[in-house]
């Protein structure tokens, strides 16, 4: 199978985790080689990504790494021999590559977390406010880039959605639901749709209030998507340059603790719905 030019986000994740496997062994990658009989170079590509490995391959390395994790071992083998092709790949050279990675990482997902501080979660976003997002933010763009990305947008929320909804909880600060994004009536639209969102039983929605004392917030916007095990969670952040995607441990650890915190600084449910319904009277 010749080399891939541009590995998926999830592809490139699982070699990232085979190469975690083989440094916490103490192994190099010629050594790594010679358990399955090829080079080193071929070592360095599937931990890359650019080239897969079958399933066989995989457990023989896990094996030789000592790894005793079951539920690891079979959740990376299920990343290297299930291959979806869904609604995203229809967006393959039409939209950047970050956008394919977080449909994929978003059908994948076993739960969904949210921390929003300027905008309404995209999973949340009506028709109206995610062009007038896009539009705002990319003013060069033709009508034609800013409707693929609505499009997109309105597509990715089928985890929540769709007929097999992932438990999904949103914390939004006050602020990106005061911001009238789209004006008057759009925002009047886009509140009705969170408190109708917020009332099924897959969706937790908290609001954090601008009377909340102390609070500093999680830098950006956050996205905590999880894995089929803990370890293979994944944190998705903003960056000026382009999203990014965090899953080391230490980050994942310091994201769960952030999202706890701020979490319990916000207010119940119940309190949310009342403060959102109240924003939507003043409108």
Request: aromatic fraction near 6%.
């Amino acid at each position: 199978m010749p080399p891939r030019r541009t590995p998926t986000a999830r592809q490139g994740r699982l070699g990232a985790e085979l190469r975690k496997m083989r440094e916490a062994a103490g192994l190099k990658a010629t050594e790594a080689a010679a358990l399955l009989g090829v080079n080193s170079v071929q070592i360095s590509q599937i931990e890359s990504g650019i080239a897969g490995v079958s399933e066989e391959r995989l457990r023989r390395l896990a094996a030789n790494y000592a790894c005793s994790d079951g539920d690891l071992i079979d959740a990376l083998a299920a990343m290297a021999t299930v291959r979806v092709r869904g609604w995203w790949d229809d967006y393959r050279g039409v939209l950047p590559a970050a956008y394919q990675d977080l449909a994929e990482l978003d059908h994948h997902a076993t739960f969904r977390r949210d921390v929003a501080v300027t905008h309404v979660p995209g999973l949340f976003q009506t028709e109206d406010y995610a062009r007038s997002l896009f539009t705002y933010m990319n003013p060069e763009f033709p009508d034609r880039e800013v409707e693929h990305r609505v499009r997109h947008r309105m597509k990715r929320k089928v985890i929540v959605e769709g007929p097999d909804p992932v438990p999904y909880e949103t914390l939004i600060h006050e602020a990106a639901l005061r911001i009238k994004v789209a004006g008057r009536a759009a925002t009047r639209m886009q509140l009705a749709r969170i408190l109708e969102m917020s009332e099924a039983e897959h969706v937790t929605v908290r609001v954090i209030p601008f009377t909340l004392d102390d609070f500093a917030g999680a830098g950006s916007a956050m996205v905590h998507v999880g894995g089929a095990v803990p370890r293979l969670d994944t944190v998705v952040r903003d960056a000026p340059h382009g999203t990014v995607f965090l899953d080391s441990e230490a980050q994942l650890g310091h994201f769960r603790k952030l999202f706890r915190r701020v979490r319990d600084e916000s207010l119940s449910p119940e309190r949310s719905r009342e403060l959102i319904h109240d924003l939507t009277k003043e409108l």
